[in-house]
């Protein structure tokens, strides 16, 4: 078993270990940690196993602040990601004259997680999904142990936005949450009229590539910078294709965030956009491990 810090930008000794499953931290290098010591922080962070398999985490007893650290970075993520995607849909898709439509919604869900990116990517890797925290635990990108506690901290903060927004959107004369407030649905509650077949093969097959576009992108030997544009114009792509379906889950806490304010039907449907978008991630995660990527990493 072989023991390595963080990568080596200038020997390239291991390539794309900066793993925390995010846009501004997979795939990172960084200088060689035997040639500075100003990565200490990194040494009392996290240390990386190489074994026969894929790279893994061992946390570091000393980093218990760090780990909550991350924690509360993906709870406000996620916060800003539903109240961003989703109040654009409540408040300003549908305003008289000037509404923003499906194009202006999609676009509002891909801006959230590239701003989020560059904020919080190099804290927590920026997940803000349960189904791309489970994907790059699957995709041997991220520790087992903490994907609940992901999981946890992105519910809360979608679940907080949902009742920020539910405040704001209550302030207007005739508001009614029974209009959808931005949930996921499919037959009579698609906004196509979809059924559940379709909406469920949609959702599998947009995690699964918006998790290709993450690991991807993210990867070491992909250009080093970008990967936020990318996985934000990957997630606005993913909204174009599939608001007329389900309006648009690949996000089990972005679902539940609007869903439990609306109950009934939205609550009664949730389950579908947290199998779906799950095993869409696994999928996704293991395709690029199994096929995309090359041989020799």
């Known amino acids: 078993m072989k023991t390595i810090i963080i990568s080596c930008k200038k020997c390239k000794s291991m390539k794309g270990v900066g793993m925390q ?24 962070e996290i240390t990386l196993v190489m074994e026969s398999g894929p790279y893994v985490y061992k946390s570091n007893p000393r980093t218990k602040d760090c780990v909550m650290n991350k924690y509360i970075a993906e709870c406000f993520g996620t916060f800003w990601l539903v109240l961003g995607g989703c109040g654009s849909a409540v408040l300003a898709a549908a305003f008289p004259e000037l509404g923003i439509g499906f194009v202006g919604v999609a676009l509002a869900f891909g801006l959230t997680v590239l701003t989020m990116a560059f904020a919080i990517g190099h804290i927590s890797g920026c997940h803000l999904n349960p189904a791309v925290s489970v994907g790059l635990w699957a995709g041997g990108r991220f520790p087992g142990g903490q994907v609940i506690p992901y999981i946890l901290a992105q519910v ?36 196509g009229g979809y059924s559940l077949m379709a909406a469920a093969l949609t ?22 910078g970008f990967a936020p ?13 599939s608001i007329p379906v389900t309006n648009t889950s690949v ?33 996704g995660a293991l395709i690029y491990r199994a096929l995309l990527t090359r041989n020799n990493e």
């Open 156 to 191: 809360i903060g979608a679940v907080i936005a949902g009742g920020v927004l539910y405040l704001i959107a209550s302030g207007k004369a005739g508001f009614d949450v029974s209009g959808g407030f931005a949930s996921n649905g499919y037959g009579e509650h698609s906004p």
């Open 229 to 241: 544009i990318a996985i934000g114009l990957g997630l606005t792509l993913i909204h174009l294709i």
């Open 251 to 283: 996000n089990p806490a972005r679902s539940t965030g609007v869903a439990l304010y609306v109950g009934d039907w939205a609550t009664a449907q949730l389950w579908l956009f947290w199998v779906a978008p799950m095993v869409g991630g696994v999928s």
């Open 21 to 44: 499953g995010g846009p501004a931290a997979l795939g990172e290098q960084r200088p060689c940690i035997r040639k500075t010591m100003t990565l200490r922080r990194y040494l009392t």
């Open 203 to 224: 959702e599998m097959v947009m995690t699964a590539m918006f998790l290709i576009i993450i690991m991807g992108s993210t990867h070491g030997s992909a250009p080093q």
